[in-house]
């Protein structure tokens, strides 16, 4: 079975650029016909969407931080990153990465990374 | 834009059968898929596709989906289940992951 393990620095300064990684084990990021989306959750508060990456490297984001969102593929690594650019508090959240399953947009979950934003 | 309306909250006493719903236009129309996310853990997929249950996932937790409404049973509700629960769609016309609000299952 698929396993998702993100990591990336728990703390990014305001107006700067938030990196983060999804390394896969139990499959290859390139292959499969498998879509690979990072979702956020603010502390306290629900569930967003971030936006998805296909096997063959196409993309889709939330409308809402489309501008500031990159997620790519690093094939060689078995990895998905995500950049997310100019952040602020507002951005300060927890970051899953997730796999679908079935059809199932979000079926496999990763343990998640705790990102703060300070001033 | 399309929205997915859950309550904030939800009380049962336990043994007693729960239930969440998830509101939308002509929810009906599309699959929903129910996540379980318990306080300082990750979400889980309990249920998609409406009804169909993950491996692993209790014959407690069944959903149903008709209309305007999305409805996630969870039976014989025990202790554990105590957390926050969310509904989900693939939204076809903005090609986007959709989450409801999320509702509290409190265990009393």
């Known amino acids: 079975q698929v396993q998702l393990q993100e990591s990336g620095p728990g703390l990014v300064k305001a107006s700067e650029t938030l990196s983060l990684t999804c390394t896969v084990s139990g499959g290859s990021v390139s292959s499969g016909n498998f879509f690979w989306s990072w979702i956020r959750q603010p502390p306290g508060k629900g569930l967003e969407w971030i936006g998805f990456i296909s096997y063959s490297g196409s993309t889709n984001y939330n409308p809402s931080l489309k501008s500031r969102v990159t997620i790519s593929l690093d094939t060689s690594k078995n990895q998905i990153s995500l950049n997310l650019s100019s952040v602020t508090a507002a951005d300060t959240a927890i970051y899953y990465c997730?796999?679908?399953?079935?059809?199932?947009?979000?079926?496999?979950w990763g343990q998640g990374t705790l990102v703060t934003v300070s001033s | 834009s399309y929205e997915l309306t859950q309550p904030p909250s939800v009380s049962v006493a336990p043994g007693q059968t729960a239930r969440i719903t998830c509101g939308a236009q002509?929810?009906?129309?599309?699959?929903i898929h129910w996540c379980q996310q318990k306080p300082g853990q990750a979400p889980v997929l309990v249920v998609y596709?409406?009804?169909d249950r993950p491996s692993g996932i209790p014959e407690r937790f069944s959903g149903s989906n008709s209309g305007n409404t999305a409805t996630l049973t969870i039976s014989t509700v025990e202790a554990g289940d105590e957390a926050d629960y969310y509904c989900q769609v693939w939204d076809t016309n903005s090609d986007r992951v959709l989450f409801g609000g999320g509702t509290k299952l409190t265990v009393l």
């Open positions: 002509n929810i009906g129309s599309k699959n």
């Open positions: 997730a796999r679908d399953h079935v059809g199932v947009p979000i079926f496999y």
């Open positions: 596709d409406d009804s």
